[in-house]
Structures are given as C-alpha cells and as structure tokens.
C-alpha cells in the first residue's frame, strides 16, 4: 500500500553542524511533499515544501531535496541549533488529494 | 501570525460517553481537516472539510465521527460513543489554498478511561 517511511528514528548531531533528514516514499502518484517540525506539546509546524516538477528547493537553513527515480525526499539544516530539536515530519499529498500521508518521524537531537 | 486554536487541550472522559473537540481555523481559510496521533505513532488523517460538506474522509472516521461548521468560526470534531483506543492527540487544521500546505492548532490530547 502507500506509505512514507523515514530511515532514522532518531539522529544525534552537536550544534552548528548541518543535519540531513531522510524520508523515502512509495506512491509514485505523490506530486507534493512537505517537511514539518514538531516540538513536544504541539501541533506540526510547517518548514518547507516541494511539488514533484522541482529537485531541490532552499528556504531559511533550511534545503529540501527531492529524489524522484528513487522516491527519496531529504531535509537539510544548516548550523542546527538547539532550537531545532524536535521531531521531523515528512508529509505527501498526490494531485486531488486534500489529505496528507505523515511519515514515521525523526527525532533530532542538538548536543550543545 | 494567525492561528488555530483547539480547545481543550486534554480532555478525560468515559468510554461511551459522546466528546466534542473544538477548533478555531484561521479566519480567511476555506478548508479544513482532523489529524490524529496516537501516543509515539505517525500523524494520521481522519477527514478533510470544505464548502460545508466532507470532502474526504479515511478509513479511521467511521460512523463514530462526524465533523460540523456550526457558525462562521468553529469546527467541530465529535466522537459518539469513544472506545479506549480512540485515546490520542487530535490536531486540527485550515488552509487557503488548493495545495495542502496547513497550518495546524496545537491539539487536543483525549484520554478515554
């Protein structure tokens, strides 16, 4: 069946180095994905998107890249911070669809 | 930056008995939608509103569920008659675009004992 799965329950990195998030997709039919942050107590916070006709898409620290051929979608994060902890989402939707497919999560852990 | 609110933000109740979890989407938003997450599992969408009528719902929002636009602001999810593993975070979202790119409340936790 459909499914969004992600490689790594938890990933550990010291401050200001660049964590990577994985994310890896089977329906072939998604055209739209999203990364969201979640912090304990509340609800998902969206950080970026990426609609299927784009590889690569930057915003603040933060760089989404989407791999089609192997239905991979990865997160990036510049100088992580504390702040950062929490844990990653990542989301699809295919065209005419409302609802989104969550992933497992990630959680990430910034060691100061 | 607008928001949704949800409210309350844990609510314990019976099994069997009927709960109501509200929401207030953003107010210029069109759509809406009812996550779940159980306790260390995944997000899981339960059903999507638009225009005053269920657009799509999953296999989880069964006969128990129902949702309702009472008046210009609030968005209602009901459970009739909850059951133990209905026990979960309920997030409720809105968005104003085709794309489903939402913003989310902070949630309801509901304990069912």
């Known amino acids: 069946g459909e499914s969004v799965g992600l490689h790594l329950p938890t990933l550990s990195v010291q401050e200001g180095d660049n964590s990577i998030i994985n994310c890896a997709y089977s329906?072939?039919?998604?055209?739209?994905f999203i990364w969201y942050k979640q912090e304990s107590g509340k609800g998902p916070q969206f950080i970026i998107d990426i609609r299927s006709n784009m590889d690569k898409r930057q915003g603040q620290r933060v760089t989404v890249l989407l791999n089609k051929t192997v239905k991979h979608l990865s997160l990036q994060i510049a100088a992580t911070q504390p702040g950062d902890s929490a844990v990653y989402f990542c989301a699809e939707a295919d065209t005419g669809r409302r609802a989104l497919t969550f992933g497992s999560g990630t959680r990430l852990q910034v060691q100061p | 930056e607008p928001e949704v609110t949800q409210t309350p933000s844990h609510q314990v109740t019976q099994m069997g008995q009927e709960v109501i979890l509200r929401c207030v989407p953003i107010s210029n938003h069109l759509y809406f939608y009812w996550y779940r997450q159980i306790l260390g599992q995944k997000v899981e969408f339960l059903v999507s509103f638009y225009n005053n009528e269920i657009s799509e719902k999953s296999e989880i929002f069964d006969d128990q569920f129902s949702v309702e636009r009472p008046d210009g602001s609030n968005f209602t999810l009901k459970i009739r008659s909850t059951k133990l593993e209905d026990s979960a975070m309920y997030f409720c979202?809105?968005?104003?675009?085709?794309?489903?790119?939402?913003?989310f409340g902070s949630g309801t936790r509901l304990t069912v004992v």
């Open positions: 329906n072939s039919a998604s055209d739209y």
């Open positions: 979202a809105s968005s104003d675009r085709v794309s489903p790119g939402y913003t």
